[in-house]
């Protein structure tokens, strides 16, 4: 405990909940529109950013914020506009972004020192300023699932019927597009681009398990986040063990013990139910 003494460790603690509560969140819309490649596609993109980010002095996140929300509408705009398909326009994007992300920081003079901290994650660098920005962006987020939540279900599960009732399609799905671009980008401080993708994912698959509606699987899948987040950050003080693997472990620990559970938990309730008095 003598580590919250730490503004440090205090900065991480609060990243971990807020990054989880937005990658929550995300991560069910990416997996009910069955994206979940999307992340992966857009990740590697980002790094073309931080590859020019690096090679022209600038900022390395903002630069793989832009690629990122560049590469996102333009996956959502090759496949509304030019029957491309997505998972194809994902392929494109992801192997683009690589291609000059590589090529930047070879070009790059010198030694990139903060390169290991975007490929596997650095929880432990985040400061104020992050968690600001951190914060502002789940606020956003929050707001406006509250205000368009009925509008986004439906965009998400029937786009033909969407557009057939006059809902606004191209708004919708453009900036959640954005949202997930910045999410992502976000989140590549907490557990880095090679295991982002587990952070969009498995906690959903942990819940989908046990539920299926939009809004419980929201819920849930922030509970499970939070804990393997929290866990992993812990964890990570007893040895020098990345947090990023740690926390990916973990959610991947619960998935298993979720599916393990299941089972006996139904056999659990039959044998209560017929050893009841009737």
């Known amino acids: 405990m003598e580590l919250f003494q730490y503004t440090f460790f205090q900065n991480a603690m609060l990243a971990v909940v807020i990054l989880s509560i937005a990658s929550a969140i995300i991560g069910t819309y990416i997996i009910t529109r069955r994206l979940v490649a999307i992340s992966g596609g857009i990740t590697h993109a980002g790094f073309g950013g931080l590859g020019l980010g690096y090679f022209l002095g600038y900022n390395p996140v903002v630069m793989a914020a832009l690629f990122a929300i560049g590469s996102s509408v333009g996956v959502e705009w090759m496949s509304a506009r030019h029957r ?147 866990g992993g950050l812990m964890l990570s003080t007893l040895g020098d063990v990345p947090c990023s693997a740690i926390i990916v472990s973990l959610m991947a620990g619960l998935f298993v013990i979720g599916r393990l559970i299941k089972p006996l938990a139904r056999k659990f309730i039959l044998d209560s139910r017929q050893s009841s008095p009737r």
């Open 84 to 230: 491309v398909r997505e998972d194809s326009a994902i392929a494109v994007v992801w192997s683009i972004g690589m291609a000059i992300g590589v090529i930047f920081v070879f070009l790059t003079p010198g030694y990139v020192p903060e390169l290991n901290s975007f490929l596997f994650g650095n929880i432990l660098t985040i400061t104020r300023d992050d968690l600001i920005s951190f914060g502002v962006y789940t606020l956003v987020l929050i707001l406006f699932f509250v205000n368009y939540y009925k509008k986004i279900i439906i965009c998400a599960f029937d786009r033909d019927f969407a557009k057939v009732s006059g809902l606004p399609v191209k708004f919708i799905n453009y900036t959640m597009t954005v949202l997930v671009a910045v999410c992502i980008v976000l989140t590549i401080r907490l557990v880095g681009i090679m295991l982002l993708m587990s952070m969009f994912s498995l906690p959903q698959m942990t819940a989908e398990i046990y539920c299926h509606k939009f809004k419980t699987l929201v819920f849930m899948s922030v509970g499970i986040s939070i804990v393997a987040c929290v």
